[in-house]
């Protein structure tokens, strides 16, 4: 069985990622997304080809500026995004197969029939995951089938990634693979997939913003 990812990382976030700039707690969920996701994966390749090519053309005596080297590596992949692709669809976790992939494991220590659960509330769960990083916060969340994410906007940038089951987010669904970035200018309320509990890798860098006035009185307790 297969699954075709359809919300992948942005082109600044991956750049991010292959320049080796992005703090710890980021890329965790980015090397996950590209575990689950050959199409990104070969967008990540080229990137870092296009970089190596890129460097093998600067004069070393003559410096070059960075919005220089930006707009030469986005020319770069906005030329290669014109080119036909072909899709190579992403293998779903199969019995005896993990379905929390690496590096994302490791760090949970077990997967997912192992881990242990803190409650949220409402039937949700979560497991904060300790990094190095100051800069972010992450944590797994499981969320009940059918049930809603109490609505809120946020305070910086949020990416979420499905590991198991799916949540819509207005219109859109958002399955096992997917990546949704998320930042100040949207507030939302996704919604877990009546069929399972939805599991999802959440990283933040501020606090979110509820609008439920219960659920921001706890929120120091919970972490969120």
């Not at 500026?65 to 014109?82: H, L, N, R």
């Not at 379905?99 to 949970?108: A, D, K, V």
Request: glycine fraction near 8%; proline fraction near 6%.
């Amino acid at each position: 069985m297969t699954l075709h990812v359809q919300h992948h990382i942005s082109d600044e976030l991956l750049l991010d990622y292959a320049s080796g700039t992005l703090a710890e707690g980021w890329s965790i969920a980015v090397a996950t997304h590209l575990a689950l996701c050959p199409s990104c994966r070969d967008r990540l390749s080229f990137m870092e080809h296009a970089g190596g090519e890129l460097l093998e053309t600067v004069d070393v005596d003559e410096p070059v500026s960075e919005a220089a080297s930006w707009t030469s590596m986005m020319g770069k992949i906005a030329a290669e995004k014109d080119r036909p692709a072909v899709e190579t669809p992403a293998r779903v976790a199969a019995s005896g197969e993990a379905l929390i992939p690496e590096p994302l494991r490791s760090y949970l220590g077990s997967d997912v029939d192992g881990l242990k659960w803190r409650a949220l509330g409402r039937g949700a769960y979560h497991i904060p995951i300790k990094t190095g990083d100051a800069e972010s916060q992450v944590r797994l969340l499981k969320i009940p089938a059918g049930k809603p994410v109490p609505e809120h906007s946020h305070g910086g940038r949020e990416l979420t990634l499905v590991l198991k089951g799916a949540f819509t987010d207005g219109s859109t669904v958002f399955r096992r693979g997917d990546l949704e970035e998320a930042d100040e200018t949207l507030t939302h309320q996704p919604v877990a997939t009546p069929d399972e509990d939805c599991i999802c890798l959440a990283v933040t860098d501020a606090p979110l913003k509820f609008k439920s006035l219960i659920v921001r009185l706890v929120q120091p307790v919970l972490g969120i």
